[in-house]
């Protein structure tokens, strides 16, 4: 029972994000090395409405992605399916659905579009990783995943992503936990390259556990040359590992950032978000999560069309980005100057060779949109 209890709480946090309030304590540090160009990224167009045609209205935004032509993908998580629009917010057309046949889903999770034009989606109920053509026709379940959730799913070379998985097994009676970040083939369970691992005795009542030390430990980034880039979600530390496409580490990159610590009523309010999103899941009980009282010094990460790495600071409220080349350059800074205070905390933002998407966990107005960037 304890371990069916794990997996349905497991599921509930891979849909979780962080939660902010009106105001933080910014602790003084050393200043941030100086940028060669400090840029804006500007919102040039927005794709979903509030009522009307309902292939414009997203009940919560998973995931998004390009095509291999430049159109975009969109995972809407609720609506079991992935609606594709041209560049200009066209829509073009869906695949997938809720239910229990080929090609339909119940709780999907994450996506990647491979190189070859096909569109993976991740979700464990439904049987693992269902694979799409380039057209939405379903091509089939690729591998059988019933029990260890792949997740945060980054295209890399070939028709191989990077994304994360848990195993669990029973040492000396204890509940041992082991957390992988590695490269996969769309047909096994198993990675062929691994990144990062770290085990320990899993305490079924401290749900900040799993979070901390499996999940959200860390946030990478991959190219479709293999290339892939590896940080903590640490509070203390800005780091991030470069590896090619062997797996042998080519960079390093560090920066000095002041910390900053949450306020009281952010603390509150992150805790209550992640409980009540799991009570919208249908768990009755409490996660019981902790959340740290410092903000992560890197958020997430991404790699555009001219293999430029965009590390995002978890200590802004404002999305910004400091901007890198592989030989591990500080090139520029970026930030979303329209979108200000806390609410952008909860902001995602998605860099690939095509551009910039973006969208809000809990807009003001009440509905989702998901929002094309451009540098200004």
């Known amino acids: 029972m304890k371990y069916e209890l794990l997996l349905i709480t497991v599921v509930f946090i891979l849909t979780f994000s962080g939660c902010g309030s009106e105001q933080t304590e910014q602790i003084p540090d050393e200043p941030v090395e100086d940028a060669e160009f400090a840029l804006e990224l500007v919102i040039t ?21 390009h095509t291999a032509e430049g159109n975009i993908l969109v995972l809407d998580r609720p609506a079991c399916c992935v609606r594709e629009y041209t560049p200009d917010g066209i829509f073009v057309g869906s695949f997938g659905r809720r239910g229990s046949g080929p090609g339909e889903f119940y709780n999907p999770l994450s996506m990647v579009r491979l190189n070859d034009g096909r569109v993976a989606i991740f979700d464990m109920q439904a049987g693992g990783m269902s694979v799409f053509l380039a057209d939405g026709e379903w091509e089939g379940i690729a591998t059988d995943i019933f029990r260890e959730p792949v997740m945060w799913l980054t295209a890399a070379d070939s028709n191989r992503y990077v994304g994360t998985i848990n195993s669990f097994e029973i040492v000396d009676d204890q509940p041992i936990l082991t957390a992988y970040v590695g490269k996969f083939e769309i047909d096994e369970t198993e990675p062929s390259l691994i990144y990062w691992e770290n085990s320990f005795v899993f305490d079924f009542s401290n749900s900040s556990q799993i979070v901390e030390e499996a999940y959200f430990a860390k946030t990478w980034a991959s190219d479709r040359d293999g290339n892939v880039f590896i940080a903590s979600r640490d509070t203390e530390e800005y780091l991030i590992s470069g590896f090619d496409v062997n797996g042998e580490e080519f960079v390093e990159i560090s920066m000095d950032l002041p ?3 949450k306020s009281e009523e952010e603390i509150a309010e992150e805790a209550e978000f992640w409980n009540q999103r799991a009570k919208n899941m249908g768990y009755g009980g409490q996660l019981n999560y902790q959340p740290d009282p410092y903000r992560w010094k890197i958020h997430s990460m991404g790699i555009d069309s001219e293999n430029r790495l965009w590390v995002r600071r978890g200590t802004e409220d404002t999305p910004t980005f400091d901007v890198f080349g592989y030989d591990g350059k500080h090139i520029f800074n970026a930030c979303i100057p329209s979108v200000i205070g806390t609410d952008g905390l909860l902001w995602e933002v998605h860099v690939d060779e095509f551009g910039i998407l973006a969208w809000s966990l809990n807009p003001l107005d009440g509905y989702q949109k998901l929002y094309t960037l451009e540098l200004q």
């Open 259 to 261: 910390a900053v610590q």
């Open 45 to 65: 167009d927005s794709i979903g409405v509030e009522l009307g045609d309902s292939n414009y209205v997203f009940g919560s935004i998973e995931a998004s992605s």
